[in-house]
């Protein structure tokens, strides 16, 4: 059987079969994290028997897709319907190192339900996908945070433009690992509209919640307010399942405890990437 192995966030997992494999392989984010050999943590398998969804947990939208996520009788499930199509199903045992995946193998559809299932694999290591976009200056990790429109991407693109030697790792879904007491974020496959694929990972040096405002200001944020800042850019699929959840609060909780977070009411100009790159790093921007 054809078997290509990927790492994401430090955790290796194999894409098995044939049809399964050439269908990742077409995926152009994936191409940088494929690996000669690794530990497998999990493998993605093209399933066959679709199980019944026994507790519907959270339902989403976007673009004309609806997206059921759920309990099966041993596991969870992601179901994405688009409008007058098939729909794409991905589910996993709870005891099983294996996610299953059939139905309309549509690129948009298997690639979103595989972001669904590495996330539900990986958050019992401490690992979870933060929806922001993420920089890199002096070696170092700035996660941007905030709902979509609010200018993460424009923010990150004016420290690249007005701070010597920032560089954007990525645009939309890095991950987030807890490793010996440290934060890690790391390039991922999954990049929104960026195109930004990069295997590396780098210590978190901070968390910004920006809002847009006709001012530039910026404050540190008090541990409940951290809290709120970085909980809705977690994946919402998993805040309706207690085991689930309680991976997501551990992981959120160690993270608290081991970088500050800020919150950013800003201009789309220099001077608000300017000001946030100091207030993190302590100095002045290199320019």
Not at 22 to 51: H, M, Q, R, W, Y
Not at 80 to 85: F, G, Q, T, V
Not at 151 to 161: A, D, F, V, Y
């Amino acid at each position: 059987m054809m078997n290509n192995i990927y790492q994401v966030a430090g955790h290796h997992f194999a894409v098995s079969g044939e049809n399964l494999c050439k269908a990742v392989e077409c995926i152009e984010g994936f191409k940088p994290f494929l690996v000669e050999e690794g530990e497998v943590l999990f493998s993605f398998v093209e399933g066959t028997d679709v199980p019944e969804m026994q507790q519907v947990q959270y339902e989403f939208a976007y673009e004309d897709v609806i997206g059921t996520f759920g309990r099966t009788e041993q596991g969870f499930m992601l179901t994405l319907k688009p409008e007058a199509e098939e729909p794409f199903h991905l589910w996993h045992h709870a005891q099983e190192k294996e996610v299953q995946m059939c139905g309309n193998w549509s690129v948009r559809l298997y690639r979103f339900a595989m972001w669904v299932g590495l996330g539900l694999m990986v958050a019992p290591y401490g690992t979870v996908a933060i929806h922001s976009s993420c920089i890199v200056y002096k070696d170092k990790a700035v996660l941007f945070l905030g709902e979509s429109g609010t200018g993460k991407s424009t923010h990150t693109r004016l420290w690249r433009e007005y701070i010597g030697g920032a560089f954007l790792l990525n645009d939309d879904s890095p991950f987030l690992r807890v490793e010996d007491g440290k934060v890690w974020a790391y390039g991922s496959p999954w990049s929104g509209k960026t195109p930004c694929y990069k295997q590396e990972r780098y210590e978190l040096k901070g968390c910004v919640r920006l809002s847009q405002a006709p001012y530039n200001r910026i404050q540190k944020l008090s541990v409940l307010q951290a809290y709120g800042a970085i909980h809705p850019s977690c994946p919402p699929e998993f805040a309706y399942d207690e085991k689930l959840y309680d991976h997501i609060s551990s992981f959120i909780n160690q993270l608290l405890s081991s970088v500050p977070f800020y919150h950013l009411a800003c201009l789309p100009d220099a001077a608000a990437a300017q000001l946030s790159c100091q207030t993190v790093f302590g100095h002045e921007a290199d320019s």
